[in-house]
């Protein structure tokens, strides 16, 4: 009896630690880098890029001072991944596979810029009639106004 229990103790321990290796494999993982590229044409990583990535489930996460990043547990499917940094942008598809990590270079780009300024006023009238009650005055050689 003891040797059956052993066994169902045995088996049972199996089967709970089988369920979360079943549950990783279900998924897999995105991981990458934000660059830019120099006018020398140097590659520079972009640090602290927000980055979403948007499909069957949306998550964001955000690059490290290398410029590299990496999202776990993804559901498997198509995505769009975007990463963003001030002034600078970048868009991919991928396709994320179970027990796998799809990895992606992603090249920030300056963004167009849409930006406009309005400048209205008005100017003030001015009185060319002199004052009732003063002489014009008259210019001498010197170009002087005297009175």
Do not use: C, W
């Not at 690059?63 to 942008?89: L, W």
């Not at 009238?125 to 005297?146: F, I, M």
């Amino acid at each position: 009896m003891t040797q059956i229990l052993a066994k169902l103790v045995v088996i049972g321990l199996l089967g709970i630690l089988a369920v979360p290796q079943n549950a990783q494999q279900a998924t897999g993982s995105v991981q990458g880098v934000v660059i830019t590229i120099d006018p020398d044409g140097g590659r520079s990583v972009v640090p602290g890029a927000k980055i979403s990535l948007d499909g069957p489930k949306h998550i964001d996460a955000e690059a490290d001072a290398e410029g590299k990043f990496t999202i776990s547990r993804v559901a498997p499917g198509s995505y769009g991944i975007t990463a963003k940094a001030p002034g600078m942008t970048a868009t991919q598809n991928l396709v994320v596979a179970a027990g796998n990590v799809s990895e992606v270079a992603l090249e920030v780009k300056v963004e167009a810029v849409n930006e406009s300024i309005t400048v209205t006023g008005t100017a003030n009238q001015v009185d060319t009639k002199e004052a009732s009650g003063t002489t014009p005055g008259t210019r001498g050689s010197s170009g002087r106004l005297s009175r």
